[in-house]
């Protein structure tokens, strides 16, 4: 039986204990202990803000140990795992040393504030023997693991282009701090520049244009082009400054030599050059739910992350603080930063 500790219980620690609930009701030998947040008792009594509806507002927490301080939570709990889902600058701090403990560690993405962190946590994740797996949901999201199939196998050939988009309502909270939370680049966009990592590795340059539209946010809304040796096509964009009830928004189309793939309004169309066009059949399961199973059977059978692992979500870090410099620069090309593969080389 795994025992794990949840901190943070805002919307996606909420969101994750929808998850536990679920695989535990499935049958999974698992056991969620403790829950600590610095503001538990307030947040136990009320709802918390999110871009995806969680399965209630207020949760019955009575089966759990509640703690408001997590050196007294670890003090007191046997813990197999602890899931880390605070705002993004207290990552790497708590990961490490919950690493250095002997504690397996699920962290919320993006993996940490700055890449320096990314690689910290990289490095005590080795040198300990425990697993470290950061929570890029949408590498476990159906329709984009349809996407990376249809990429490795080549059965549409090679990929000429690509447009992803993400968007939503202005978030709440820390979200708006820049500092903390790296604004919609870091906490939004990322999601769409790790897919593309994933399914075509690191790009060698990128040009940005972003803006900042609410003051101290950091930027809000974002444009990239990934500029890779084929001359494939490649942009990703988001925004966090939509009005209006459209909720969050999440859509790409790839064009292969082959045919097309599209994903909007939660269905995947495909297009065959040569054939009639067809929605694919997808998993219902979200990719929370996916990428937490995945993790727990990796601690289970000691097996390494190979979907989501620190080295590539710390090289989706990167890629992002590169777009950053870009911006900065009114859309000027930055080559990606070459530490990545030297850490590589290292490993």
């Known amino acids: 039986m795994l025992k794990i500790g949840l901190i943070g219980f805002g919307f996606m620690g909420r969101m994750h204990v929808d998850n536990y609930i679920r695989l535990i009701s499935e049958g999974v030998q698992i056991q969620l202990t403790a829950i600590c947040d610095l503001r538990i ?37 046997e813990l197999d795992i602890v899931d880390i889902s605070l705002p993004t600058h207290l990552h790497a701090e708590l990961a490490i040393s919950l690493l250095q403990r002997g504690i397996h560690v699920l962290c919320e993405k993006p993996i940490a504030r700055t890449s320096d962190e ?18 890029h949901c949408l590498r476990f999201w159906p329709a984009y693991e349809y996407l990376k199939s249809c990429v490795s196998d080549g059965r549409y050939g090679k990929v000429l282009s690509g447009q992803f988009f993400r968007g939503g309502a202005s978030p709440q909270g820390w ?19 790790d897919i593309i990592n994933w399914l075509f590795g690191m790009p060698e340059s990128v040009s940005t244009i972003a803006r900042n539209v609410i003051p101290g946010s950091g930027y809000d809304i974002v444009s990239t082009n990934y500029i890779y040796p084929d001359g494939k096509v490649l942009q990703a964009s988001a925004d966090w400054t939509l009005q209006g009830d459209n909720g969050l928004t999440m859509m790409f189309r790839v064009n292969f030599e082959g045919g097309n793939l599209v994903f909007d309004y939660n269905r995947l169309k495909v297009y065959p050059n040569a054939e009639r066009g067809f929605f694919a059949t997808l998993s219902r399961d979200k990719g929370y739910y996916r990428e937490i199973s ?47 593969q030297e850490v590589k080389q290292q490993s």
């Not at 690689?119 to 950061?134: F, G, P, Q, Y």
């Open 175 to 193: 979200f708006l701090d820049g500092e903390q939370s790296g604004g919609c680049m870091l906490d939004m966009h990322i999601h769409d520049t």
């Open 41 to 77: 008792e307030e947040l136990k009594l009320g709802s918390a803000w999110g871009n995806i509806v969680t399965e209630h507002d207020v949760y019955d927490l009575s089966p759990y140990h509640l703690y408001d301080d997590i050196e007294e939570m670890l003090k007191n709990e």
């Open 294 to 340: 995945y993790f727990i059977e990796a601690v289970r059978n000691g097996t390494k992350v190979s979907v989501c692992s620190p080295e590539s979500t710390a090289q989706s870090l990167e890629i992002i603080e590169a777009e950053v410099r870009s911006a900065a620069n009114r859309g000027a090309i930055e080559v990606i930063n070459g530490k990545i």
């Open 118 to 135: 990314a690689w910290r946590m990289v490095e005590a994740a080795r040198h300990s023997s425990k697993t470290l797996m950061i929570g």
